[in-house]
Structures are given as structure tokens and as C-alpha cells.
């Protein structure tokens, strides 16, 4: 308590009006045989019944029974193949305390009165009373680790001082009464009652929550409405036009022919009057916007560039010009 209340003041007060027996581990009853102070067994109530949570009563109810009835009977014939005196969790619990009560340094008082260290910590261990100052051995009924450096010590079967609870005459019996099979609903006996009517609506405050019930099969649909349903969209690849892949993923390398066979691929174009005149229509503005455009003095067509200019001059037939030197020749030939 002074670690908790040097953490958490408020902490240290909360758990200070609690009996120390509902959550602390050195005050819980020797009875039960466990040391958890978790909320798993709920947690996997919940995950089991996940599944019937949303069906009808009657539905809900066979479902729990059936499963119980399968659970029962899958343990009672598991625990009859299990061979020796204990359950295999014993065994596993005693592989791990093996290996850390090696570290242990044992020293024998008188009979069977122990004390041990390990890690810096010291408790003492009587073998006859099955005790141990650290009261995990009391609280669990299998032996800490403290207590099987003490077994080791002494040479004897750990398995001695296990608790009963353990046993596999113990593990039976928790599974001895089966749950008996019962008849459909066809078979059961009728009787004059009122018929269940269901609880009076009540519109809850905030949102309403999305997810509604399940329904079973045939219920709230029809089947005719089942088979109208609309297939989903396949993904069509657009190299080769093949479903069920993307461009990205598609194996096949691209060319032209896929390119151009891609084109008749899909929804072909509305042939209607009104998308006919409409499409007239915007060629016309792009005909009429790009004569607009070429018409002015600055505009763009009407510039020449110099890679045109070169162009021209070299596929022009024109006869190349004469060379300097042979008209200085006939010059100076004429003066002679």
C-alpha cells in the first residue's frame, strides 16, 4: 500500500474502502485454489456465445444446449485418454519451475522446515504442513518454486503434495452428468398457456445502434428477391481485357493489338438523337474555337519557327548558290 500510495493518492484511497480479499492476492481464500485476479472466464463466456447472442430466444436456447452437450462430452473423453494420476497442466507447471529452482540456494532447519533464497528474497518452507511464506503454494495448491527446490533437496516426488484438485478422478467427476439429447420442437409436449407476446417498444435516447439482428434463412426475404439481386461488377484489365486483374497486376505484355482491341471492349457509345445533336454541337464549338484562335495576328499559327525555316530551304528546288572562288577565277580571266 505505501507503493501505491507513492504512485496514486486517489488510487490509495479507492483501495482503502475495498476489503483487501476482493483484490489482493495475500488475502484470498485458500478454498478456491487459484491465484487469478482476472476477468478471462467472462471474456470467453462472451466469445463462445458471440454467435447466439443475436438469434431468437428459442433458437439461442437450443444452440447454448447444444454446444454445452458437445463441450461436456468432448472433455469427459479427453480426460479419460490422459495417462497418470494428475492433469498434463501439473506437469507443465513443474518443466518450468525445473529450470528456476536451480537458482535456489536450499538450507534444511529440522525435518521438513526449509529456508530458501532466490533473487534477493528469503521465505520458509515446511513440506509437512505444505506451507511457504510466499502463500503461492497455499493459493494454488501446486507447489512454488521454493517448495520444489525443497522436493529436489529431499529427493521426493513433487507430485505427493500436489492438491486433489488437480487429479484426474477430480477432472471426471466435474464431467460425470451428460447432458441429455432432448426431441425437436414437433415433439413437445403442448400446453394451454398464453403465447409470449413481446416487451412493450421503448425509444432509447442517442442514435440508434446499425447492426440489427441476424436473420435466419427465408426469413424477411423472399426467394424471388434473393435471385433478382444484382451480380456484382467484375474488374476488367485494360492490356488485355481480361476480368479479374488490373493493368498493373496483368501478365500479358502490352502492345497495339491489345490497345486496339481494348477499344471495341465495354459499354458501347448511346446512338440516341439528343447525344448525336450534342455531340455535333461540341464539334462545332471546337472547330469554331480553334479558327478563333488561328485567325489573329499574334497567334501562334501564324509564327515560323527556325527548325521550319530549315526545313523549307532543304527540300526547296532552287539551284545551290556559286562558289566564291570560281568567280574570281572567270574575273580575272575576262580582264586577261
Not at 494420476?85 to 526449509?114: H, W
Not at 477432472?171 to 439429447?181: C, Q, V
Not at 444484382?230 to 496483368?250: D, I, L, M, V, W
Not at 490497345?259 to 465495354?266: E, L, Y
Amino acid at each position: 500500500m505505501e507503493c501505491i500510495h507513492f504512485l496514486s493518492e486517489d488510487a490509495h484511497e479507492y483501495l482503502a474502502k475495498i476489503p483487501p480479499r476482493h483484490w489482493s492476492r495475500h488475502a484470498f481464500t485458500q478454498n478456491c485454489k487459484s491465484n487469478m485476479l482476472l476477468n478471462n472466464l467472462c471474456e470467453t463466456f462472451n466469445a463462445v456465445i458471440k454467435d447466439a447472442r443475436d438469434k431468437p430466444i428459442l433458437t439461442q436456447m437450443e444452440w447454448l444446449r447444444r454446444y454445452m452437450m458437445k463441450r461436456n462430452n468432448d472433455k469427459w473423453e479427453a480426460a479419460k485418454k490422459v495417462e497418470g494420476k494428475f492433469m498434463p497442466y501439473v506437469q507443465t507447471v513443474f518443466d518450468g519451475l525445473e529450470k528456476l529452482a536451480r537458482s535456489c540456494i536450499v538450507q534444511q532447519s529440522r525435518d521438513d522446515n526449509y529456508e530458501v533464497q532466490l533473487k534477493g528474497d528469503q521465505c520458509v518452507v515446511d513440506l509437512e504442513q505444505r506451507t511457504c511464506s510466499c502463500y503461492q503454494w497455499e493459493l494454488t495448491g501446486i507447489p512454488c518454486v521454493h517448495a520444489f527446490a525443497c522436493m529436489l533437496e529431499k529427493r521426493v516426488d513433487p507430485e505427493l503434495y500436489v492438491h486433489p484438485y488437480y487429479s484426474k478422478e477430480t477432472y471426471l467427476l466435474a464431467y460425470e452428468s451428460p447432458i441429455k439429447p432432448m426431441p425437436g420442437p414437433k415433439h413437445w409436449e403442448k400446453v394451454n398457456m398464453r403465447q409470449p407476446l413481446p416487451p412493450a417498444f421503448k425509444v432509447q435516447p442517442g442514435r440508434p445502434k446499425g447492426k440489427k439482428r441476424k436473420l435466419e434463412k427465408g426469413e424477411g426475404k423472399s426467394q424471388v428477391a434473393d435471385e433478382a439481386k444484382k451480380p456484382k461488377r467484375k474488374n476488367q484489365c485494360k492490356n488485355c481485357g481480361g476480368f479479374g486483374h488490373y493493368a498493373k497486376t496483368c501478365k500479358i505484355p502490352s502492345t497495339t493489338e491489345s490497345r486496339t482491341t481494348m477499344t471495341n471492349v465495354g459499354r458501347p457509345p448511346l446512338q440516341t438523337p439528343w447525344v448525336k445533336e450534342q455531340r455535333k454541337k461540341n464539334e462545332e464549338r471546337i472547330a469554331r474555337k480553334a479558327s478563333s484562335q488561328g485567325a489573329g495576328p499574334n497567334s501562334i499559327a501564324n509564327k515560323t519557327f527556325p527548325q521550319e525555316v530549315a526545313r523549307q530551304a532543304s527540300t526547296s528546288t532552287a539551284p545551290p548558290p556559286r562558289n566564291r572562288t570560281t568567280s574570281k577565277l572567270s574575273l580575272v580571266r575576262s580582264t586577261q
